[in-house]
């Protein structure tokens, strides 16, 4: 019997549901789930602002969801670096990235070490971004 482990990669800032139903959708697909959080450092590189929520706090929130078996704090911008350390067999990327270069190039570097990559579909009226905007609206307005 095979086990097959998944790897959920995001930062996790303000969770909502959109990242509910990703690790509950990656869960159903694996048998064994972990969530790659990132770090504040590898965040603000990858989307020019910190999170909101630090670190150690969105690991524990992260952790503590059922659907996860393990939470990881993803520190390198290379999945497949990332891969040598987890040893994962499939990993799971919002539909956002698919048909996009660096989903193209997320298959073919994986593709190499037999990694399977799907994509869920995107909650697009629910993201940290959008909840982000919101804020500071509130913010600005108080």
């Given amino acids: ?24 959708h990656a869960r159903s697909q694996c048998d064994y789930l972990v969530a790659g959080v990132v770090s504040d450092e590898m965040a603000l590189q990858a989307k020019g602002k910190a999170p909101v929520i630090p670190l150690t706090e969105r690991l524990e929130i992260v952790r503590s969801v059922r659907f996860v078996d393990a939470a990881f704090v993803e520190t390198v911008p290379d999945k497949l670096e990332t891969w ?38 995107y909650t697009v009226h629910t993201s940290s971004t ?5 804020l500071d609206g509130l913010a600005n307005s108080a």
């Fill in 130 to 134: 959008l909840l982000r905007q919101a």
């Fill in 84 to 121: 040598q350390q987890v040893r994962f067999d499939v990993i799971f990327k919002g539909d956002d990235w698919r048909g996009t270069s660096k989903g193209d190039k997320l298959e073919r570097d994986f593709a190499t070490v037999g990694v399977e990559v799907i994509y869920f579909p």
């Fill in 1 to 24: 019997m095979t086990h097959r482990v998944g790897y959920a990669p995001g930062v996790y800032d303000l969770f909502h549901v959109g990242h509910l139903n990703i690790l509950r």
